[in-house]
């Protein structure tokens, strides 16, 4: 499975005069932006993040090899990776705003994106639409007689919602510097077990809650609780 990584430089004339020239790597002097070790193998994806106080995704290429070490010239006893060509983003790309997209936080050092981002933060840095597709088939019944959930739909469910639980209202990616996420949970509104076919599911159909009103929503073994319900009893509290 390929990773998307992200290769980090702190704001500099440095780093503007390597992103002005094309970021050209004939001198390992001069390349501002690090890896820190960190694995790497052919058909993995990089993107190049500058930080600061606006920290912006601006360039982008793909791993043409594992880590290597130099034997001559000027990368001589030097580690590096070959990659594609990388290209310079014409208008760079807010952290900010990728994070608002996919719930992918700002990075602050060169780091592996986590699976459950990469697809999306991998567009959304490059100027690239999310994938429009909003529905597919769900429910065929498997060999373990339960109900076939589509990966994707719940992927752009959990994008849309950037972190936030419909039933409590709480940002969970606030949490635990992000591990919070873990706790959310994508929730059918229309329970695939109340029919015997597969039905369309579209993304508006799925809400993303944390397991706390997931538990709520599904008191009633039967028939699980509204979301309005949910909310009505919530703001009792």
């Known amino acids: 499975m390929r990773r998307l990584l992200i290769s980090f430089a702190r704001p500099s004339k440095k780093v503007e005069a390597h992103l002005r020239e094309g970021m050209p790597d004939d001198?390992?002097?001069a390349m501002p932006f690090a890896m820190e070790d960190l694995p790497i193998a052919r058909g993995?994806?990089?993107?190049?993040v500058v930080g600061g106080r606006v920290p912006a995704y601006v360039a982008w290429a793909t791993v043409a090899s594992g880590w290597k070490t130099g034997r001559s010239g000027a990368w001589k006893n030097w580690e590096y990776f070959e990659t594609s060509q990388r290209r310079v983003l014409r208008e760079y790309v807010s952290a900010q705003d990728v994070f608002r997209a996919t719930g992918f936080k700002p990075p602050r050092k060169s780091c592996e994106v986590p699976a459950e981002f990469a697809s999306a933060?991998?567009?959304v840095a490059r100027h690239k639409p999310l994938d429009v597709t909003d529905r597919a088939i769900e429910g065929a019944a498997t060999e373990t007689r339960s109900r076939f959930r589509n990966p994707r739909l719940r992927e752009l469910a959990l994008i849309r919602a950037a972190g936030?639980?419909?039933?409590?209202?709480r940002n969970f990616?606030?949490?635990a510097n992000g591990l919070g996420r873990r706790c959310l949970v994508v929730h059918h509104k229309n329970q695939l077990s109340d029919t015997d076919q597969p039905v369309e599911t579209a993304v508006s159909q799925l809400a993303v809650v944390c397991a706390n009103c997931h538990m709520i929503l599904h008191t009633d073994s039967k028939r699980a609780m509204s979301l309005t319900e949910l909310r009505r009893r919530l703001s009792k509290n």
């Open 27 to 29: 001198d390992p002097e």
């Open 44 to 48: 993995d994806r990089v993107l190049y």
């Open 121 to 123: 933060v991998w567009r």
């Open 164 to 169: 936030r639980c419909e039933g409590c209202r």
């Open 173 to 175: 990616y606030e949490y």
